[in-house]
Nanobody, 117 residues
Framework: QVQLVESGGGLVQPGGSLRLSCVAS????????MGWYRQAPGKQRELVAG???????RYADSVKGRFTISRDNAKNTIYLQMNSLKPEDTAVYYC???????????WGQGTQVTVSS
């Protein structure tokens, strides 16, 4: 089973940018569908961005045009580039892996993103 470790979260002002990273170990990420989920206080966990094994991306409507998911197979790492951040993007962000994006079988420990002035 793949192990996932996220990094790159932090505090950023509205309109700012952050890049989250997720390093995988125990298996190569190219055989998995990878994703980023988030959970805000008092809200359900939601899929933010996904990347299928074939390289097809999908995004939540709320982040389309602002967030980009990518994968570096040589580094066994996926990224989430987040631009034009809004206060409503504040959440704990989780990296995931699985056969399909919508049903991940491995989760990272999460990284906090706070968007506030």
């Amino acid at each position: 089973q793949v192990q996932l470790v996220e990094s790159g979260g932090g505090l950023v002002q509205p309109g700012g940018s952050l890049r989250l990273s997720c390093v995988a170990s125990g298996s190569i990420i190219s055989i998995y569908a990878m994703g980023w989920y988030r959970q805000a206080p008092g809200k359900q966990r939601e899929l933010v961005a996904g990347l299928t094994r074939a390289g097809i991306t999908r995004y939540a409507d709320s982040v389309k045009g602002r967030f980009t998911i990518s994968r570096d197979n040589a580094k066994n790492t996926i990224y989430l580039q987040m631009n034009s951040l809004k206060p409503e993007d504040t959440a704990v962000y989780y990296c995931t892996a699985g056969v399909v994006v919508s049903t991940p079988t491995s989760w990272g420990q999460g990284t906090q993103v706070t968007v506030s002035s």
